[in-house]
């Protein structure tokens, strides 16, 4: 059997991998989510574009956000072009750039890539003409990183401890001024005032993903970062209009949203990435995640991309395949908004079955567009769609299996 192990901290990508887990072929069979595709007449499959506003996307398959952590500054560099690039080539419908810092204190680590200069659009630009002109749709997630921020990179030889402000670190910010790891300064607790600058940051950065060139923009509001952490009863302890109740938790989120969405042209479509569960009894559920998504739907919101987790140490997290595709559906059911699953998506059969049966309108890969930029190409080869190969042109004239 192919057993392939997945490791990746939770701490950083939001992914529960206390201990990894392991997922393979077999298991895949045990998982009634990730169960054989059973075609429905007329419903789409895996390769049917789909339309979002303005913008079709050739397929469903999207490249899920994932920090590189390899800038400087915040400017992305060649790195990020060869990164988009090799996935655009390999058919990705929608490519979704990493968690980009709306303002330089909002990044994860002191190498994230930032969004918070007119000066940072040069280079980003290079990424979406790039992926444009391959046939992919680039997207940007805008974010913050709250009381997660001032870390060190996944590969430095201190991952994820806090950069000390000597050596470049800065001062977390976040609802309340409570840490959320063991180490680093309590963080600044935001005012009221300091809360809407933000809300203008989301704004201001969104404007310039236009001007980047990118034509999908999603927030950020996952994995315990400063959007997810206003949301979540675990890590917000407020006593004014941001804490409390569900309408004051929600408040940054819609209030972020309505920003963001005036400045957005009609055609662009508009994502939110929600922790749809923080897996802890008191936190953040799955029915408050469907009440948010009613609300953001009203007001302009196109996708919720469904993710979960990242607000407390303490979640059990039923990791495996498709393990986060419940939420999407539930709240696509319920809450009559397009959604896209993501999380332990590996398998083309098991993808196709996750649209075909109206789980989701789209699949966000991480790990697995990692190990294989091609993926879509083997999805369609493993699937046979009538619909064209997701190959370029340079590549597919010397295949037998797309050679005409
Ligand atoms: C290297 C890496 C970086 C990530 N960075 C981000 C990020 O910037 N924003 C985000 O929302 N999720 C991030 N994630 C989480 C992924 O987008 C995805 O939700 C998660 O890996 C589960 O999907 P997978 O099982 O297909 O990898 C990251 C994951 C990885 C592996």
Not at 200 to 228: N, P, Q
Not at 256 to 282: I, Y
């Amino acid at each position: 059997m192919n057993r392939r192990q997945f490791c990746v901290s939770a701490a950083s990508v939001g992914v529960a991998a206390t201990t990894g887990v392991a997922a393979s072929e077999g298991a895949l069979q045990t998982d009634g989510a990730a169960a054989a595709s059973k075609p429905v007449d007329g419903a789409p499959n895996l390769f049917t574009p789909l339309k979002l506003r303005g913008v079709t996307l050739r397929n469903r398959i999207a490249m899920s956000p994932m920090c590189q952590y390899s800038s400087e500054d915040g400017f992305a560099n060649e790195w990020h072009v060869a990164h988009h690039a090799a996935r655009a080539v390999g058919g990705v419908g929608l490519l979704l750039a990493e968690a980009t810092g709306v303002t330089p204190q909002g990044r994860i680590t002191p190498n994230c890539l930032g969004i918070w200069k007119d000066e940072h659009i040069p280079a980003l630009r290079k990424v979406t003409e790039f992926v444009s002109a391959h046939g992919g749709v680039p997207g940007i997630q805008l974010a913050h990183a709250g009381v997660k921020a001032s870390r060190h990179r996944p590969f430095h030889p201190t991952p994820n401890a806090f950069v000390p402000l000597e050596e470049g670190g800065w001062m977390p910010v976040g609802p309340t001024a409570k840490r959320y790891g063991q180490d680093g300064p309590v963080p600044h607790e935001l005012t009221a005032e300091e809360i809407r600058a933000i809300t203008a940051a989301f704004a201001a950065a969104a404007t310039r993903s236009l001007a980047a060139g990118f034509r999908v923009v999603e927030l950020h509001f996952a994995h315990g970062y400063l959007g997810h952490s206003f949301l979540s009863p675990l890590m917000n302890e407020r006593k004014d209009e941001y804490g409390g109740s569900f309408d004051n938790r929600a408040r940054f989120l819609l209030e972020s949203v309505r920003a963001v969405r005036a400045v957005l042209p009609d055609e662009t479509p508009l994502l939110v990435r929600l922790s749809c569960t923080d897996w802890v009894d008191g936190g953040w559920t799955l029915d408050d995640s469907v009440e948010v998504s009613r609300r953001l739907a009203k007001e302009g919101v196109d996708l919720i991309d469904c993710s979960s987790g990242g607000a407390s140490r303490q979640a059990q997290i039923p990791v495996g395949p498709s393990y986060q595709t419940p939420l999407a559906e539930r709240i696509r059911r319920e809450a009559g908004i397009a959604t896209g699953a993501v999380g332990l998506i590996t398998e083309p059969a098991q993808a196709d079955a996750i649209i075909a049966e109206g789980k989701a309108d789209l699949v966000l890969l991480g790990r697995e567009l990692l190990r294989d930029p091609h993926w879509p190409h083997r999805a369609w080869t493993a699937l046979k769609p009538a619909s064209p190969p997701p190959i370029a042109r340079e590549y597919a004239w010397a295949l037998p299996e797309t050679r005409r």
